[in-house]
Each structure stands twice: as C-alpha cells, then as structure tokens.
C-alpha cells in the first residue's frame, strides 16, 4: 500500500498523543484537489479530539461541531464582569491564550443569537448544547493506536509524542466538562476514536484534480483551509482553496488561511469601515496580527492593539497603537475584536460604543452580553481577497517559528507556552 508520512492524533487516557506515521496516500474526489504540502500552520485547535472519526465530514461540518464542543466548554453565564441576561449568572471566560483563534464556521451572518449578513463568509456559531461531538474530518487516519500501558499524556512508544493541554483548563483530548463527569471509564473506551490527521491551514503545489474541477490545474501553487493538513499530501475541496500570493512564500501562506479569514470575518461581522477607531486585543497573536493589517485595509482611521510590551514596536511596524490595557486611550472605540479570550472579551464589551459593534472569535459568551461572536468558516472568496491585499503589499504574515513536521508536539509546546508572535509553521 502507497503511504505518505503525516502526523497524527490518538486518545489515550484521556490525553491527545501525537505520532509521526504513514497514512494512506490520498486519492482526490471529483471536485477536490490532491495538493503536495509545503508548510501547514498550526492552532491550538489542531488537537480537539473527535467524538468519532468520518473522513465524510467537510471542513465546514467539522469546524461547526468544534464550535459546538468550544461552547459547551465555556462555564455557565456570560462574560466575565458582564450581566448574563435572563436567566444566566455571571461567570468567567475562559482564556483563550495568546493569538489562539477559533477556527469554526457557522452561516452567514454574525450577532447574538441573529443570523445578519456580515460579508461573505462572515457568520455567528449558534451554540450547540452539552456534549457536543466534536470533529474528526477529513484526514482521519486508520492504525495509529496507542501502546498499552503508557500513563496519560505520555509517548506511546518510538516515535510518539505526547501534546500539551490547549489552554487553562482544557487539556488535550480530556472531554468537555459537562461531560466529563457522565463518562465512565467504559463509556470512553467505547467512544474512542480511532487516529486522526490534525490541521487545517496549508499552502503547496497542485499534483493531482478530480474529473470535476474547473478552477485549477496541476503545478498551481495554492493555499487553503482544509481538515487533515499535517500530512505530506492532502485532498482539499476545490471551494475551500485559492491561488498563493505570489508576494508571500509557501511558509508565509501557511499563516493565512485560518488566522486571516478569522480575522476578516469578525472585523467584517462588527461592520468595519472608513473612518473607525479600532481595538484589536491579542494583536501580536496569529489571528491579531492580522487584524491590524486588515482593519487599515478596509478604512479603519486607526488601529489600537493590546500587547505585552516586548511586541510594541513589532505592532508600531504593523501600523497598530500598542496598548497593555485598552483603558489607556482613554476613549470609547467603534469596534473592538477579542482573539484573546478571558478577561479581553468583557473588556471589549466595555470599552466600545455599541456593543454590538464587539466580536469575539474565542469566547461564544460574548453573544449573552450583547456582542457578536464569529466562528470563521472556510471560503474561498476570502482566500482570494486575502491575496489580493498580500499582494498588493498591505497584508504580511509574521511567523515566528518554523519547524518540521516530526516536531509538531514542540510546536504546541511553543504555542502553550504563550508569547508567540505571529504564526507557528510546520514543514514536512
């Protein structure tokens, strides 16, 4: 059997492992593309593990039940410092980690609880309750189990590496809280999944169409948002992918497909425009970043970002303000984007004029205070306006690390760690 080497991630005691193995090469579809991967970029997001694998799953059905997993994980109420409504307390979000980004789409449309056009691809998760499966998608890998008998978290034998926890409260492969106390041990034997290839963000060289592709041909350097990217090769559906910007490398576009679109949308969901003063919290992070840049480009007067100090001048050259807390303005915003989490969501709420006009991509508990929560979505127009602007040389990715694919647990490890600027990039 031909194979390709990709990464992938098992369950095993309640913990992700991620292992470099070899996988089924991939065969395209009728409408998808087979892309030889050149870079793929990472998100904390990566290491969601399923509730089951089903490599019928598109991206965007995926990305919607990662959504559903994100906000039955979120504690009971709203925002923190910010009235639940009726019926809900106040409870404290959950922070999200520096330029951690939701990649999760819903329908067009972006508010609490309405569905309201907010540009193309643009659109608000609904919540879905307790419980939640969470994605396998495309990618899912056969054989890639555990050894028996390794403690949580830890190798399973030559060649694994165990993940690191996503963020404050949420290990790895560790089920949601309102389900953790319903799942007995037997229960989540029976529920496993089988392996699974991570990622979502790739850029690389077309090898391969199916019969019904129109848009590309083999030799096409492209980039795209598509489910198992850390892999040597991929299937990507034709509508979830775009041609490279020719001004950014195959490392530099790896970036973009999640974190950009992310930040596209929501900016687009809070309806910026000429003449706005915009405050972008995380915007040194993956999803920030980008903000700053795409705030400019769609007519922002200016652009404030929160930071830790050491990335002020890295946001000064993005053309963003640096703040370390936004109250030192000293004035209300027109918009306010959250890619931060925790206390950065109800600050957004705060300091805005309308809250309606604060978007969060982290925290769905934004939605109870009046705000907008955005769970991006794959799509090619997107992909290609993003292009568009890099190439015109008004959108750069900064990456802060690139590492080979063998060492994707180091780089989550990195991300974990916090104080990532920009993007982390693997190579296979």
Do not use: C
């Amino acid at each position: 059997m031909e194979g390709v080497k990709a990464i992938t991630l098992t369950e095993q005691n309640d913990a992700g492992v991620l292992s470099l193995q070899e996988v089924p090469d991939p065969h395209p579809a009728a409408d998808q593309l087979l892309i030889e991967v050149r870079a793929v970029g990472v998100d904390r997001s990566d290491l969601t593990l399923p509730a089951r694998a089903d490599s019928d799953v598109s991206p965007t059905e995926a990305a919607q039940r990662e959504a559903a997993q994100r906000e039955a994980a979120q504690p009971a109420g709203a925002v923190a410092g910010q009235p639940a409504g009726p019926g809900g307390g106040v409870g404290a979000a959950q922070p999200a980690g520096p330029g951690a980004g939701a990649a999760q789409p819903a329908g067009p449309g972006a508010g609490a609880g309405a569905a309201e056009p907010a540009g193309p691809g643009a659109g608000a998760a609904q919540p879905a309750g307790p419980g939640a499966a969470q994605p396998a998608g495309p990618g899912a890998a056969p054989g890639a189990g555990a050894a028996p008998g390794a403690g949580a978290g830890q190798p399973a034998g030559p060649g694994a590496i165990a993940a690191q926890p996503a963020g404050p409260g949420a290990g790895v492969g560790v089920p949601p809280p309102a389900m953790a106390g319903a799942m007995t041990a037997a229960g989540r034997a029976a529920e496993r999944p089988p392996a699974r290839v991570p990622g979502r963000e790739l850029a690389g060289v077309v090898v391969g169409r199916g019969s019904e592709v129109t848009g590309f041909v083999v030799g096409d350097e492209v980039y795209a948002y598509a489910a198992g990217a850390y892999a040597e090769r991929v299937t990507v559906a034709e509508q979830d992918a775009a041609q490279k910007p020719a001004g950014l490398t195959f490392v530099e576009a790896a970036a973009v497909p999640r974190d950009a679109v992310a930040a596209l949308q929501a900016l687009r969901a809070a309806g910026t425009g000429e003449g706005d003063v915009v405050l972008v919290h995380g915007a040194a992070g993956g999803s920030g970043h980008f903000a700053v840049q795409i705030a400019r480009a769609l007519g922002a007067e200016r652009v404030l970002g929160t930071a830790e100090p050491a990335d002020h001048d890295f946001l000064r050259e993005l053309g963003a303000e640096p703040l370390v807390e936004p109250t030192e303005a000293g004035e209300p915003y027109d918009v306010a984007v959250d890619f931060a989490g925790g206390d950065a969501t109800a600050a957004a709420l705060r300091e805005v004029r309308d809250p309606a006009r604060a978007v969060s991509t982290v925290n769905p508990a934004i939605a109870a205070a009046g705000g907008r929560y955005v769970a991006p979505a794959p799509h090619a127009e997107d992909l290609r306006w993003l292009a568009d602007l890099a190439d015109r040389g008004l959108l750069r990715a900064s990456v802060h690390r690139e590492l080979p694919l063998a060492e994707a647990a180091d780089a989550h490890r990195l991300l974990n760690a916090g104080h990532v600027r920009g993007k982390v990039v693997l190579t296979p």
